[in-house]
């Protein structure tokens, strides 16, 4: 059963700059197996575990045994949050939150909205700040700015890819669309992004008309004389 509420994980978790993190349930974190190998990572940690397990918890005056550092019962708590997320509950408690979007949408266009994962790029904690990631293009991106500052580790760097396998019909198909540099509306020849004072590679030739290149051969382009295309800026080739 879940402890009704005015502890401190239930007011931090419903803090706004903490909105990508779930509710760990009261029986899960006092659960000793469950926590096993934190005690050496968080210093002070029965007190701490005590703690963030209070039931009343003073929202006003913050921890009142005076002891209990917040940042220390942030940490041990993303550190337990971690672990509870790779279990099957957590992970149920997280899809909620993924088909609700309350991580966030990839940033890339041809992604169409898809919906992303927290992630962290490490498992310590203090490292690095959480980061999303998309399962459409397989990418990672920074999370929107209200959630930015949260610790990787509270995610770990295994949470996507296990949420996956656990729900693979949720896998998105890969993009279909590509964006594609065009100039006028002209695709970019790959010639057009070299320096323009650069030399060719020795024995490599501009393309001609019976040049094998197939951006040229494919289409209606004239053949140009070699000594004006040494002097263009862009190199075009048509669709
Ligand atoms: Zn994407």
């Known amino acids: ?21 779930c509710r760990v349930p009261y029986e899960y974190a006092r659960d000793k197996f469950n926590l096993t190998g934190l ?31 917040p940042e220390k019962a942030e940490q041990l708590y993303g550190l337990i949050h971690a672990r509870y997320i ?30 992303v994962l927290p992630l962290g790029l490490t498992d310590r904690i203090g490292e690095s700040h959480v980061k999303v990631y998309c399962p459409r293009c397989q990418d990672i991106y920074q999370p929107n700015a209200r959630c930015a500052l949260l610790d990787g580790a509270m995610f770990g760097c295994s ?16 993009p279909s669309e590509k964006y594609t540099p065009r100039i006028y509306g002209f695709k970019l020849h ?20 019976s040049s094998p290149k197939k951006e ?18 862009y190199n075009f080739s048509l669709d």
């Open 216 to 233: 040229l051969t494919s289409e209606k382009a004239k053949p140009l004389d070699s000594n004006r295309l040494t002097k263009r800026r």
């Open 159 to 174: 949470f996507p890819h296990m949420f996956f396998m656990q729900l693979p019909h949720l896998l998105p198909e890969p």
């Open 39 to 69: 005690e050496t990572m968080v210093s002070n940690f029965q007190d701490t575990l005590d703690a963030i397990l209070d039931s009343e918890f003073n929202t006003e005056y913050g921890f009142e045994d005076g002891e209990t550092h």
């Open 86 to 115: 790779l279990t099957r509950r957590g992970i149920a408690d997280m899809c909620i939150k993924y088909q609700r979007g309350d991580f966030g949408i990839c940033p890339r266009i041809y992604c169409n909205g898809q919906v």
């Open 1 to 21: 059963m879940s402890k009704p509420d005015g502890s401190w994980i239930n007011w931090f978790v419903n803090l706004q700059a903490n909105e990508f993190l």
């Open 190 to 209: 790959k010639l057009a992004l070299m320096p323009p004072s650069a030399e060719l590679p020795a024995g490599s030739d501009y393309p001609t008309a």
